[in-house]
């Protein structure tokens, strides 16, 4: 498994930018989908972005879309979330995850997709 350490959370005022960081460990990252997800208090996990490691293709989900980049560099072993924009509704902890060797035609957007994760970072927007 891809050891996972997210960075780069903080307070932000609403329409303004933060880019979240993922340092991964191991040998084993650029063959490793990656993806990010996020929880609001009260509510389940929910997925917000992934990239293929065979392809850097991207999938959003549809309230981040326009607004949020994902990005890796598997040099650095390192995964990216820039977000633009932001709005009280992005308020969560946001969570990296990893799954290795996956080579399936489609988007992984669920939990249970990954089998690695970070320990999280807290995003606040005020409202």
């Known amino acids: 498994q891809v050891q996972l350490v997210e960075s780069g959370g903080g307070l932000v005022q609403a329409g303004g930018s933060l880019r979240l960081s993922c340092a991964a460990s191991?040998?084993?990252?650029?063959?490793?989908?990656m993806g990010w997800f996020r929880q609001a208090p009260g509510k389940e996990r929910e997925f917000v972005a992934t990239?293929?490691?065979?392809?850097?293709?991207?999938y959003y989900a549809d309230s981040v879309k326009g607004r949020f980049t994902i990005s890796r560099d598997d040099a650095k072993n390192t995964l990216a979330l820039q977000m633009n924009s932001l709005k009280p509704e992005d308020t969560a902890v946001y969570y990296c995850?990893?799954?290795?060797?996956?080579?399936?035609?489609?988007?992984?957007?669920?939990?249970?997709?990954?089998?690695?994760w970070g320990q999280g970072t807290q995003v606040t927007v005020p409202s």
């Open positions: 990239i293929s490691w065979i392809t850097d293709n991207a």
């Open positions: 191991g040998r084993t990252f650029s063959s490793t989908t």
């Open positions: 995850a990893a799954r290795t060797y996956y080579r399936g035609s489609y988007y992984l957007t669920r939990v249970e997709d990954y089998n690695s």
